[in-house]
């Protein structure tokens, strides 16, 4: 799977980017993907993550702000980022893997992906 981001760039204190991630086609019918950051100096989290079903999941950092979402017509993977904050400055990546089940996105969540795209920034300033 060959994942490449987009999207990414420098925005103030309470406004948006949508980032999108457009992938290979999927050998398998189910599969999960997801957004991950990393910050300077900090550990990799997971961001939101979703399954072929549409099924979401979102860090309690990002939710009500974040929202993940697919157009698989158009084998893209987008994440909108609303009422951003400093915290959120990172390097955003997508993820994604052929996977037997989902189990309604709880797999998900705590898989360890195989296939990441290079990584785009995002800058937050206050």
């Known amino acids: 799977v060959q994942l490449v981001e987009s999207g990414g760039g420098s925005v103030q204190a309470g406004g948006s980017l949508r980032l999108s991630c457009v992938y290979s086609?999927?050998?398998?019918?189910?599969?999960?993907m997801g957004w991950f950051r990393q910050a300077p100096g900090e550990e990799h989290q997971r961001v939101a993550t979703?399954?072929?079903?549409?099924?979401?999941r979102y860090a309690d950092s990002v939710k009500g702000r974040f929202t993940i979402s697919q157009d698989s017509g158009k084998n893209t993977l987008y994440l909108q980022m609303n009422s951003l904050k400093p915290e959120d400055t990172a390097v955003y990546y997508c993820a994604a893997d052929p996977v037997i089940w989902t189990r309604s996105g709880e797999l998900c969540v705590s898989r360890d992906y195989k296939n990441w795209g290079q990584g785009t920034q995002v800058t937050v300033s206050s």
């Open positions: 086609r999927f050998t398998y019918s189910n599969y999960c």
């Open positions: 979703t399954d072929n079903y549409g099924n979401t």
